[in-house]
């Protein structure tokens, strides 16, 4: 893998950081290139040096935590579910900026389909509808009612300022999850 030049990760850090403070404060619609290079206080050039648009840009900062999200839970797929569910709630809270803003803006429904779909996936994975408490139903219907539940509780958690620890979160999650899965 190529190195990536600090001075061009710190740029795109800014231009990353300046869209999702923006898309806190006003409607997605408003927001201009112009804006985004006046608060990561780069010149507008340098935003489509990086960007083909502010779409581009949201994509880009969208897939770059969903994939941060799957390299996490590669590395976690031999921990208990308390433990890996710890790591995923400790990155929610590492990127509160992110989650926050795709959770809570006009920009949610994109996103919370996307980490959905993420999370299907992953909780496909985990579902056995051979024997046990899920005999014989669906494995496409019981995955979409965990990852949808899991997505919920994440935007709960988030919307209300996280009122408790990832740890916290971790044990009544991961609780949750053992008794569905």
């Known amino acids: 893998m190529a190195k990536v030049d600090r001075r061009v990760a710190r740029t795109q850090d800014a231009i990353k950081t300046?869209?999702?403070?923006?898309?806190?404060?006003?409607?997605?619609?408003?927001?201009?290139?112009?804006?985004?290079?006046?608060r990561a206080n780069v010149n507008r050039a340098t935003v489509y040096l990086h960007y083909l648009d502010k779409y581009d840009l949201l994509d880009k900062i969208i897939e770059e935590h969903i994939q941060n999200m799957a390299s996490l839970c590669e590395e976690d797929?031999?921990?208990?579910?308390?433990?890996?569910?710890?790591h995923c709630m400790e990155y929610l809270k590492s990127n509160y900026l992110f989650?926050?803003?795709?959770?809570?803006?006009e920009g949610a429904q994109y996103f919370r389909s996307r980490f959905v779909q993420y999370n299907m996936e992953e909780f496909k994975k985990e579902v056995d509808i051979t024997t046990g408490k899920n005999l014989g139903q669906n494995e496409e219907i019981v995955a979409?009612?965990?990852?949808?539940?899991?997505?919920?509780?994440?935007?709960?958690w988030i919307k209300n300022g996280m009122p408790y620890?990832?740890?916290?979160?971790?044990?009544?999650?991961?609780?949750?999850?053992?008794?569905?899965?």
Do not use: C, H, P
Not at 77 to 86: F, L, N, Q, S
Not at 144 to 156: I, K, L, S, T
């Open 18 to 38: 300046a869209f999702l403070e923006l898309m806190s404060e006003k409607n997605f619609d408003s927001i201009t290139i112009q804006d985004i290079s006046d």
């Open 77 to 86: 797929a031999d921990m208990e579910w308390i433990e890996a569910t710890v």
């Open 99 to 105: 989650f926050s803003t795709m959770l809570t803006t």
């Open 144 to 156: 979409e009612f965990v990852a949808n539940a899991y997505v919920g509780v994440v935007e709960w």
């Open 165 to 181: 620890s990832s740890e916290e979160m971790a044990e009544k999650v991961g609780d949750l999850l053992e008794r569905i899965i």
